[in-house]
């Protein structure tokens, strides 16, 4: 972030409050084709902007120190869309991970991904796999890509893991409990998302993460993903700051 950033952004109610931050930020990235619409413009238009508010949200959460960022960036579902989009979004992700795995690295950014990654294309599980071994050492940011993801399908693969345990005599059905089951997730090792955020004013999870947010924060924003900006991302992260936290015991502040 530059100087003149810093000196305009706003203060945080949690840094303000000496409260936490949140170390795990999920998005859901809607609105990029009603963005377009809007402006009379082809769709891709908006995923390319779309990309572009990736790169802005990388740079926030990294200026703010938040250790995971997890964006939605194609769902199990959108393999429904037209074919030309999809082959538009998968060429976007391709120009994503060369142009821009360089610089995540240089900064010290892990990337993971999560998502079913059996019946992809060839040459798309390639570059996932690189963007993953060339930044597995890194200790900034863990960028999330949620690619090829339902939270119910992920679910789904993790019982069925567990089902095979049980069968070869590995676990006994008794012994299954949260841990267990979080322990078989793709995100086995990531902390659960304590705020999630939405853009284009939609108010649904959308699949996302279905097991891991039970007790997210969760703030809808009206603007389209393409218009997610530092001033954007920094009001979310502020109104997180204000919520009182139970999961679903007594408030601290009624103690």
Partial sequence: MSGEAKRTAP??????????????VAIIMDGNGRWAAQRGLPRFEGHRRGVE???????????????????????????RRPAQEVSDLMGLLKRFVRHDLAELHANNIRVRIIGEREGLASDIRLLLDEA???????????LVIAFNYGGRQEIVSAMRALARRVKEGGLDPDD??????????????????????RTSGEQRVSNFLT???????????PC?????????????????CRRDRRFGGLSARAV
């Fill in 224 to 240: 389209y993903w393409p218009d997610f900006d530092e001033t954007t991302f920094r009001s979310a992260i502020d109104e997180y």
């Fill in 53 to 79: 508010a990736i790169r802005r949200a990388v740079r926030t959460a990294t200026d703010l120190g938040i250790r995971y960022l997890t964006v939605y960036s194609f769902s199990a579902e959108n393999w």
């Fill in 211 to 221: 097991w891991q947010t039970a007790y997210s924060e969760f703030v809808f924003l």
């Fill in 11 to 24: 203060d945080l109610a949690c840094r303000n409050a000496g409260e936490g931050m949140p170390a795990h």
């Fill in 176 to 197: 299954i409990d949260m841990d267990t089951v979080g322990a078989a997730l793709d995100t086995h090792d990531i902390p659960d998302p304590d705020l999630v955020i």
């Fill in 132 to 142: 993953e071994q060339l930044t597995r050492s890194n200790t900034g940011l863990s």
